[in-house]
């Protein structure tokens, strides 16, 4: 039932806060999906930092 209450709440808000943000997080992860240098640049920092080396991921559709 949460599920489906939190799947409700930003589905239904086109242009809420909450699905502006989860936009702009889809564009920049296409950005970094589609651009070597940017995700080379990615990889290289958290390398430099001393952090995991994490990737990112697209949202599934059936979640929004």
Do not use: W, Y
Not at 18 to 46: C, G, P, W
């Amino acid at each position: 039932m949460l599920n489906l209450a939190v799947k409700e709440g930003l589905t239904n808000k086109e242009d809420g806060p909450i699905s502006q943000l989860i936009a702009r997080i889809k564009k920049t992860v296409a950005h970094f999906k589609h651009s070597n240098k940017a995700f080379s640049e990615f990889k290289d920092i958290q390398e430099n930092e001393g952090l995991i080396c994490h990737t990112l991921l697209q949202v599934c559709n059936f979640l929004f």
